[in-house]
């Protein structure tokens, strides 16, 4: 359950055209020579997993047009000169790895529809760039659920709240399948800027912490859900911390409902500093 919410809190970022976003600047700071940039691109999960309780209907990035698509929004990444690439995979520590990338070809391009292989490793390659992590965290052994929405809706439920929940999850579906058709009219690059925009980030954070509104006393389930989907955050970006360089220009390719903390994270961790990839994004819009 805590996955799947949270993949579908993602798509909150794309509710709106991305002719109505408006960018920043590339940094957030002034980086200096040993300073780690870190862009985080913001994506869908281009191949279907299906494993959510509402599903975006993604349409085949396989096909010609797509491919098109995505390789003019990997050709525009690489003006960031990136020196490492980090992707949404659980790996080994220490080293964080991502041993699928050893054995990728170009061809593979036309067999595996998935964000880590479409922008990450065509990236990757584009560049020359061999160090590609993954560096996701998901519970294991004792450890806490990351996203324990059943214990909020357990708790609205006991505290006469399911109707309001019930309405929340509705607009989270409505917002999936407008997503869906906002893929018609719109290229991958342009649909990456609408989950990239500051604005529609700072919207999805902000639908979690609506969950705060639900907790009563010292029954706080809503506390605990925004606590545990920080700290999974946090331990993304100390796996991040643990494999990069000063001086790296580091694009972290990821679910879009991370964005939001890995960028708070970059900015506010002394050595780092985040970057917009949203002006890089409106030049791939372009050329399709």
Request: proline share 5%; hydrophobic share 40%; charged share 25%.
């Amino acid at each position: 359950m805590n996955k799947g919410f949270a993949v579908i809190f993602a798509a909150i970022a794309a509710a709106c055209t991305p002719a109505e976003k408006n960018t920043q600047s590339n940094t957030k700071a002034t980086a200096g020579p040993d300073t780690i940039q870190v862009m985080v691109v913001g994506t869908f999960h281009m191949n279907n997993p299906g494993r959510d309780l509402a599903n975006v209907d993604v349409e085949n990035m396989l096909t010609d047009q797509r491919q098109r698509e995505i390789a003019a929004v990997a050709n525009a990444l690489t003006e960031f000169k990136p020196t490492v690439i980090a992707v949404e995979r659980i790996t080994e520590a220490p080293d964080y790895v991502d041993l699928n990338f050893a054995d990728y070809t170009p061809a593979r391009l036309l067999e595996t529809a998935d964000e880590r292989t479409q922008i990450g490793y065509r990236l990757a390659d584009m560049v020359g760039v061999d160090r590609v992590y993954g560096i996701d965290e998901q519970p294991d052994g004792g450890e806490p659920e990351y996203f324990p929405f059943g214990k909020l809706s357990a708790h609205a439920e006991a505290t006469g709240q399911s109707e309001a929940l019930a309405a929340q999850v509705e607009e989270i579906q409505k917002i999936v399948a407008d997503f869906s058709a906002l893929q018609k009219d719109h290229n991958v690059a342009e649909l990456l800027i609408a989950q990239n925009a500051a604005e529609e980030v700072a919207e999805n954070s902000a639908f979690y912490y609506r969950t705060l509104e639900y907790d009563r006393g010292e029954d706080q389930p809503g506390a605990e859900l925004n606590a545990y989907w920080f700290m999974r955050n946090a331990k993304i970006f100390s796996k991040l911390m643990q494999v990069v360089e000063p001086g790296d220009r580091v694009v972290v390719v990821y679910g879009a409902g991370h964005k939001f903390w890995l960028d708070h994270l970059a900015d506010n961790t002394p050595g780092y500093v985040s970057v917009d990839p949203v002006p890089y994004l409106e030049k791939a819009a372009a050329q399709n």
